[in-house]
Each structure stands twice: as structure tokens, then as C-alpha cells.
């Protein structure tokens, strides 16, 4: 991630030096080269800074949006911008959207056949009540039987769009998961715009736009 920021290399340093494990403390410069090593995943971190913009390089997304948060609380920083790369998670958010629309697809499937079982049922139900009115029970008969069969029908649907149902609300966390994590990697103005145009291109189904706001911002 690529943060915009105003702030001096002496805060930046200062606030290395607080909040890192270092061999031994940064002195005071304009310009920085941090290299360290995330604990809880053992990834790279690199740290650089050049006048009015700080580098963060580090696979771990996660890792990332905790040190920009972090940064912007201690430097009271209110609005910050960034840029953000990250090929595998954008890869892994494209393939739960293509799940998203898959779940989608099997849901109103699923719905139209329920609606079409629904009516042939009620038709089948007036047909085996006329047929035992007149005493035609063979009749009656094969309109129960199928009847029987439509309600297993219908119950194995159901349970089919049960289980596609709590799929699709697995994906869709994940994917507001990923909403939040591309925000966090922002402060402020930025984040809300970020969180709000990603929603807007979801609802939209426009995926090459989300990774362009995830990527740049929606600023």
C-alpha cells in the first residue's frame, strides 16, 4: 500500500520506534527503509518513505490496514489516501463473486420451479377432490400419487435452497469482509468513499470497477 501523508520522517521514525521490534531505534531522516517481518504470518514487511509518501509492502492485507489505522491514530492524521496491490486477494474475491452469481442463479431457479410444483399441486388437489366426489377412485388414486411425489420434489428443493442459501450468505460475508479490509487500508473521507463505491459496483455487478476503487480509491 501506498500512503499519501504529510506528516514528517521524525513522527514517522518516532512512531516506528514505538510500535516495532527493532535491533536498534531509527535515528531521525527524511527518508526510510524499514525491513522487518510480521510475526503472527512471518511475511516481509518493507517500510519506505520518501518526502510526503510512505510505502507499506506486505502480503498480508490484514496486517497492512492494522499499520495504517495504527499510523493515522498516533500522527492524528483524519483523512488519508493510499494505493493498494494486492493480485491474490483481488483473484480470490473475483472467484467468490463468481460463486455470489452462481448461488444467485440456482436461487431463482429453484424459486420458479417452487412456483411451478405450487400450481400444478393446487391443480392436482382440485382434480383428486373432483374425482372422489364422483366416485372415481382410480382416479383419485393417481392424483395422490403424484401429488406424493410433487411434495418430495418439493422437499428436496427446499433443502437444496436451504443449503444454496447459506452458501450464498457465506460468500456475501466475505465479501463485506473484503469491503472493509480495502476501506481499513484508507482513514477517514477516503475509507467511507472506498467502502461506498465498492457496495455501489457490487449492487451495479460491475467487478472490474471494484478492484479499480479497491486498487486507487474511489476519490
Known amino acids: 500500500a501506498v500512503v499519501s501523508t504529510q506528516s514528517t520522517g521524525n513522527r514517522v521514525v518516532m512512531w516506528i520506534n514505538q510500535n516495532f521490534l527493532l535491533d536498534e531505534e531509527l535515528t531521525a531522516q527524511q527518508e526510510l ?9 512471518g511475511s516481509p514487511l518493507f517500510i519506505r518513505m520518501i518526502p510526503g509518501t510512505l510505502s507499506i509492502h506486505c502480503e498480508d492485507i490484514d496486517l497492512v490496514g492494522d499499520i495504517v489505522q495504527a499510523l493515522a491514530s498516533s500522527l492524528n492524521i483524519e483523512n488519508l489516501q493510499s494505493t493498494a496491490v494486492y493480485p491474490s486477494f483481488t483473484t480470490n474475491l473475483r472467484d467468490v463473486l463468481l460463486k455470489v452469481d452462481d448461488y444467485h442463479t440456482v436461487r431463482q431457479k429453484l424459486t420458479a420451479e417452487m412456483a411451478d410444483h405450487s400450481n400444478l399441486i393446487r391443480s392436482l388437489v382440485v382434480r383428486g377432490e373432483d374425482s372422489r366426489l364422483m366416485y372415481d377412485m382410480n382416479g383419485m388414486k393417481q392424483c395422490y400419487l403424484k401429488l406424493f411425489d410433487l411434495n418430495r420434489d418439493l422437499v428436496n428443493g427446499y433443502n437444496i435452497r436451504c443449503n444454496n442459501h447459506t452458501e450464498l450468505l457465506s460468500c ?11 476501506g481499513r487500508l484508507r482513514v477517514g473521507k477516503p475509507k467511507t468513499q472506498v467502502v461506498t463505491a465498492s457496495r455501489e459496483a457490487i449492487k451495479q455487478n460491475d467487478v472490474e470497477k471494484l478492484f479499480k476503487v479497491i486498487e486507487s480509491g474511489a476519490g
Not at 527503509?33 to 510475526?39: G, S
Not at 456475501?172 to 480495502?182: D, E, F, H, S, Y
Open 172 to 182: 456475501l460475508r466475505i465479501v463485506n469482509q473484503a469491503i472493509t479490509k480495502a
Open 33 to 41: 527503509d524499514v525491513r522487518l517481518v510480521a510475526l503472527r504470518t
